[in-house]
Nanobody, 128 residues
């Protein structure tokens, strides 16, 4: 009943930019709130790595390779999280996943307090 959906991926040349979005939602008439949110990425043949994280109050952290290039932000009223990616490099090519430390949602089926909840991922490909 709870969905995390990433969007905004695509193909871009090195040096370009993309803005990823992650939307949390439930069935019509339901309510949802999200806690701390994370962006992970996984390149082919590599382990999934944490790229960026943001707390409810907006405190952020980044993995060293993306510092100064990526910015994570959120809109709590709309249950949205963003990852602005600038100066993209071929090494940034990966599937990017949105991850929620916590989601609290209520719908007709009941209320849920979920931890470590994942979206389906969106592909980012950076060409050289």
């Amino acid at each position: 009943q709870v969905n995390l959906v990433e969007s905004g991926g695509g193909l871009v040349q090195a040096g370009g930019s993309l803005r990823l979005s992650c939307a949390a939602s439930v069935a019509s008439g339901g309510t949802v709130s999200i806690g701390a949110m994370n962006w992970y990425r996984q390149a082919p043949g590599k382990q999934r790595e944490l790229v960026a994280a943001i707390t409810v109050d907006g405190t952020t952290k980044y993995t060293d390779p993306v510092k100064g290039r990526f910015t994570v932000s959120r809109d709590n009223a709309k249950n949205l999280v963003f990852l602005q990616m600038n100066a993209l490099e071929p090494e940034d090519t990966a599937v990017y996943y949105c991850n929620a430390d916590r989601i609290y949602a209520c719908s007709g089926g009941g209320c849920y307090d979920l931890a470590d909840y994942w979206g389906q991922g969106t592909q980012v490909t950076v060409s050289s």
